[in-house]
């Protein structure tokens, strides 16, 4: 019997290799970003959590106002604020158990200070004195990343070598909405998803990446929504609740850490500053835009909170204020030092063992630096034997020369 | 890493492919270390496309040697969290061409995050490259792109030419505790010779060059798939009464500038051969470095011998394209033999002469 003689039977059966889809709907982020400040659901929240996300908040606040501060002196050689979203970066931090890894791109180095690191060895990178000014191994912190979203497969890889190792660690990768179009990112999230991997993806989802507009960079219902596709949850939050966000988050970690895999959570927040100290916001943005979101501050929402339960008051307020200031105080001191710069470290590190090119190269460089030295030294004593005499005309070349070789 | 024997019992020697040797290296590096981890596209049920992680899933466990997903960037970015964690991955790039969207990664991370973190970090990652052509491979299937991993500080570049460097090498790079580009010459992966996997002969570790040929007139110097060309060469020249030397780079990076330097200032001669494009290829590097150190010995223009500057011809016209034994020769006809002045200043004394 010939195919054609079976009416119908020819194009009932699916294709040989097909399998039931999964079910997509368990993986659907909500319609509307996942809200706690404000709610009825607050009232189950830990009081202790809420004050300390507040005074997080705070201090948050304080340190993003100092390094744009320091920046504007001249101190740090540029600075990408996170001012409006420090919820995200402060739920992000204290979510994490501490033997976690967080993942953090430029942008979050607030993510870091609240996790406790030392704000001067976070700050190293955009200082410009090194890299990365903090050991990743005894903090658990991954060196901020500038590539956009290649830090992602990162956390991928080390969450994977955790769990081959049968050790209890969960990843947190944070990434904003621009980075969503990097290649890096679908190819993390489908790793993840395929391996079970115990990461949590964090998108901050700003608005901007630098000029361009979310509308610009995606055509997906909502970031949250890539997740679907790779077969893993995807959350929606309002990313300027820290008690949601802390919620949200948890859950994630919480999932990842029984074997669960990893989940997507898109944090809906907002890049109350520019992209950096060296760009005009007037240029892609409407003032309106920037004031409906300071309305909607991190803070003020904890504080409605705090206060509505009881749980703040005026002295709470100026408390957490005056700790703020604290954190702001010594970083200002410690900025205020010129750092220590190590000229031989450019060659450090570059390999285990030192090739003999490189050997040759640092060599020249100490030569430079010791003729340099010398030089200054020269025109130090130049300058000490003619001060005070007014008339050798020989004294502004050397106390010129000098000036040149110091700088 | 256990210490081989510097030769086998002749007994024990037996004809073995490269590719076999390479299998032995990570075999033998996964049985001695469990941080050591394969992963790559097709590299666990397959056993590669080139067959070279053969057995390995079966014997170590997927975790141990784990089939990706198809995605070069993720695969390297993974290996760098591995390795972040402790871990020592040896990554399998399925062909030269398709190792490119992996190269943010290496350039940007796997290459300086030790340097990033001062030392913090250090990366243990060995990325496996087959590459070269020859095999009648269609387009992206048969590039040199070994030029641009040599740009990038940071990263070692490691080629063997023969089996058992192969083995030798690959067990270094595993062990190291940089980054190695570990380029694999694939027209030679089924070249036989006689070789013992248990007990495989001692080769000198990375950053050394070896005098594959010893020779008085001339120094080919190339690495990989090109350095059987030039043993042909100088067997081929010996009819013009040519004696040539022929130097094995085997390492890019780390460069044995004196090895290099010791063969021309001996012969007075240089030939650089390689299948990369000519112009910014390693050729260029090298002729600067022997130009530099070896100009007052030189008794002709160092002289390239590489593929064109073209994109990688179609299987049907590459052997237009790749350097072979007469374009070796032509190239060494064009050394100026008619030159003797460092000969003739041999008997007044040679050292830094030619003023």
Redesign the interface.
């Known amino acids: 019997m010939t195919v054609l003689e079976q009416p119908g039977a020819y194009h009932l059966s699916p294709p040989p290799g097909w399998r039931p889809q999964l079910d997509p709907a368990p993986l659907l982020p909500d319609a509307e970003p996942h809200r706690m400040l404000g709610t009825d659901a607050a009232a189950g929240l830990d009081p202790a959590l809420l004050t300390r996300l507040y005074r997080e908040l705070v201090r948050g606040r304080r340190y993003n106002e100092q390094a744009t501060a320091l920046t504007k002196q001249g101190r740090l050689a540029v600075y990408p604020s996170s001012t409006g979203q420090e919820a995200a970066q402060v739920a992000a931090a204290l979510v994490l158990e501490e033997r976690d890894w967080l993942f953090p791109s430029y942008r979050d180095t607030l993510a870091a200070v609240a996790r406790g690191l030392d704000p001067v060895e976070v700050l190293s990178l955009l200082r410009g004195d090194w890299h990365s000014g903090y050991d990743p191994r005894a903090t658990r912190v991954a060196p901020l990343c500038t590539p956009l979203a290649t830090q992602l497969p990162h956390a991928v890889g080390l969450a994977h070598a955790a769990r081959l190792k049968g050790d209890d660690v969960v990843a947190l990768a944070l990434v904003g909405d621009g980075g969503t179009s990097e290649g890096d990112f679908h190819e993390a999230l489908n790793f993840a998803a395929v391996w079970r991997i115990p990461v949590v993806f964090l998108v901050q989802n700003n608005g901007f990446a630098i000029s361009v507009p979310l509308a610009k960079q995606s055509a997906a219902p909502s970031l949250a929504h890539k997740a679907v596709g790779y077969g893993m949850p995807g959350r929606l939050v309002d990313g300027n609740d820290a008690a949601a966000v802390h919620q949200v988050l948890q859950e994630a970690v919480r999932r990842a850490r029984r074997g669960g895999g990893p989940t997507l959570v898109e944090a809906v927040t907002y890049r109350v500053e520019a992209h950096t100290n060296a760009d005009d916001a007037t240029r892609y943005r409407t003032d309106d835009e920037v004031q409906a979101w300071r309305a909607h501050d991190p803070i003020a929402l904890m504080e409605r909170e705090l206060r509505s339960r009881g749980l703040l008051d005026d002295a709470g307020v100026r408390e957490a204020a005056a700790g703020a200031e604290e954190l702001a105080a010594g970083l200002r001191a410690r900025m205020n030092q010129d750092p220590e710069l190590r000229p031989d470290d450019l060659f450090a590190q570059v390999y285990a063992e030192e090739t003999v090119q490189l050997a040759e190269q640092r060599t020249r460089l100490a030569e430079e630096l010791a003729e340099e030295l010398a030089a200054d030294e020269a025109a130090r004593q130049d300058g000490a034997q003619h001060d005070g005499d007014q008339h050798d005309g020989a004294r502004t070349e050397g106390a010129h020369g000098a000036e040149g070789a110091t700088r | 890493m256990s210490a081989p024997a510097t030769r086998a019992p002749a007994a024990a020697r037996k004809p073995a492919t490269m590719a076999q040797a390479l299998n032995r290296a990570m075999r033998d590096a996964m049985a001695a270390d469990p941080t050591v ?1 394969v992963l790559g596209e097709d590299v666990g049920t397959l056993g590669g496309v080139f067959r070279v992680t053969d057995g390995l899933a079966k014997e170590f466990g997927e ?1 141990r040697c784990t089939d ?2 198809l ?1 070069e ?2 695969i ?12 020592r ?1 040896v990554v399998e790039m399925q062909f030269d061409a398709f190792a490119y ?1 992996s190269f ?2 290496l350039v ?2 796997v290459s ?11 990366m243990p990652i060995t990325v496996r490259v087959p590459y070269g052509g020859g095999i009648g491979g269609v387009e992206h299937h048969s590039d040199s792109s070994e030029a641009y991993y040599m740009a990038t ?2 990263l ?1 570049v490691v080629t063997p030419a023969t089996v058992a460097d192969a083995y030798g090498l690959l067990r270094a790079a595993i062990a ?3 980054p190695v580009v570990f380029m694999e010459p694939k027209r030679l992966y089924w070249g036989k010779a006689d070789w013992s996997p248990d007990s495989p002969e001692q080769v000198p570790g990375i ?1 050394r060059a070896v005098v594959r040929r010893p020779g008085r007139s001339a120094t080919l110097i190339t690495y990989g798939p090109s350095v059987p060309v030039c043993l042909a060469a100088a067997e081929a020249a010996r009819e013009e009464g040519w004696e040539l030397e022929v130097v094995d780079l085997r390492s890019l ?3 044995d ?2 090895t290099v330097v010791s063969s021309v200032r001996r012969t007075g001669r240089a030939v650089i051969v390689h299948e990369s494009p000519g112009f910014g290829g390693p050729g260029g590097e090298v002729a600067a470095r022997v130009s530099e150190r070896c100009f007052h010995y030189l008794e002709a223009p160092v002289l390239r011998v590489a593929g064109f500057d073209i994109p990688y011809p179609p299987p049907m016209l590459e052997r237009h394209h790749l350097p072979g034994v007469e374009r070796v020769l032509d190239a060494v006809a064009r050394l100026q033999w008619e030159s003797d002045w460092t000969a003739a200043a041999d008997g007044g004394g040679t050292e830094g002469g030619g003023n």
């Open positions: 981890h975790d990706t997903p995605a960037a993720g390297l970015g993974a290996a760098v969290g591995m390795a972040m964690y402790g871990l991955p969207p943010e990664q940007s991370h300086r995050m030790r340097n990033r973190t001062h030392g913090a970090l250090p500080p940071g070692h190291s505790d940089d950053g990076v780390p460069f500038e004196e």
